[in-house]
């Protein structure tokens, strides 16, 4: 029998994170213009986002608990940003979404990659973590177009607002590789960062395909034994 204990997280939380991480997406697309609440609330979804990524991991308790710490402070932060909205407060809080986001996507990455069974959440998670990825790399263009605000450009012209909107959209078109013209990195840090969401978006379905082509052959062979 299953242990009570966090049982729709251990069983269903990778699909939860899935359903919430669209959900941000969707928002962030129609954020032009959004007033702060709206704002507040697709950090809000980050949040979400982090907690449910951690509680489906297979961290120990300890450590699920040092996850769920750090995402509580990074609430707090997105809050304030809504009182201290200074250039310098918002490099900040992006560049600490980003670096949290990337602890997160690890631990997603070790539970995914555990043991030789794929399932069916495993599979799940392994579509959040794409996507997460992009919403990683949104956060750092936005750190760096903050920093330098002829960083990216939208029409040929710098982007001078719905900031989070467009490199949202510019980070997944590039994750994809399908890069449709309209908003380009023109900078040397802009364009080192698109490189490397390029390289990874080739990489990880390649390698996730090999993991899962790699679970089968090994079920199927422990099938054949029995």
Same mark, same amino acid.
Not at 102 to 130: C, P, R
Not at 197 to 208: C, D, N, V, W
């Given at each position: 029998?299953?242990?009570?204990?966090?049982?729709? !997280?251990?069983?269903?939380?990778?699909?939860?994170? $899935?359903?919430? %991480?669209?959900? #941000? =997406?969707? +928002? &962030?697309? @129609?954020?032009?213009?959004?007033?702060?609440?709206?704002?507040?609330?697709?950090?809000?979804?980050?949040?979400?986002?982090?907690?449910?990524?951690?509680?489906?991991?297979?961290?120990?308790?300890?450590?699920?608990?040092?996850?769920?710490?750090?995402?509580?402070?990074?609430?707090?932060?997105?809050?304030?940003?809504?009182?201290?909205?200074?250039?310098?407060?918002?490099? !900040?809080?992006?560049?600490?979404?980003?670096?949290? $986001?990337?602890? %997160?996507?690890? #631990? =997603?990455? +070790? &539970?995914? @990659?555990?043991?030789?069974?794929?399932?069916?959440?495993?599979?799940?998670?392994?579509?959040?973590?794409?996507?997460?990825?992009?919403?990683?790399?949104?956060?750092?263009?936005?750190?760096?177009?903050?920093?330098?605000?002829?960083?990216?450009?939208?029409?040929?012209?710098?982007?001078?607002?719905?900031?989070?909107?467009?490199?949202?959209?510019?980070?997944?078109?590039?994750?994809?590789?399908?890069?449709?013209?309209?908003?380009?990195?023109?900078?040397?840090?802009?364009?080192?960062?698109?490189? @490397?969401?390029?390289?990874?978006?080739?990489?990880?379905?390649?390698?996730?395909?090999?993991?899962?082509?790699?679970?089968?052959?090994?079920?199927?062979?422990?099938?054949?034994?029995?």
């Amino acid at each position: 029998m299953p242990s009570k204990n966090l049982f729709w !997280v251990k069983e269903y939380g990778f699909i939860w994170l $899935l359903v919430i %991480v669209v959900a #941000v =997406i969707a +928002a &962030t697309q @129609f954020s032009s213009g959004a007033s702060t609440v709206h704002v507040l609330l697709i950090r809000t979804g980050f949040y979400f986002i982090m907690i449910i990524g951690i509680a489906a991991s297979t961290l120990s308790l300890t450590l699920k608990r040092v996850g769920y710490g750090m995402a509580a402070i990074l609430l707090l932060l997105a809050i304030a940003l809504t009182v201290f909205s200074s250039r310098t407060f918002q490099v !900040v809080y992006l560049l600490a979404t980003a670096v949290y $986001l990337i602890s %997160v996507l690890i #631990v =997603i990455f +070790a &539970t995914i @990659f555990d043991g030789n069974q794929m399932t069916t959440n495993k599979i799940i998670g392994g579509v959040a973590a794409y996507l997460l990825l992009a919403q990683m790399w949104t956060a750092l263009y936005m750190a760096v177009d903050l920093i330098n605000p002829n960083s990216f450009l939208l029409g040929g012209k710098p982007i001078v607002e719905d900031a989070m909107e467009h490199l949202s959209y510019f980070s997944f078109i590039t994750l994809s590789t399908t890069g449709y013209g309209d908003v380009t990195a023109i900078e040397p840090l802009a364009r080192t960062l698109v490189i @490397f969401e390029t390289l990874i978006g080739q990489l990880f379905p390649a390698i996730f395909i090999a993991k899962l082509v790699n679970s089968h052959k090994g079920h199927s062979k422990y099938q054949n034994v029995d």
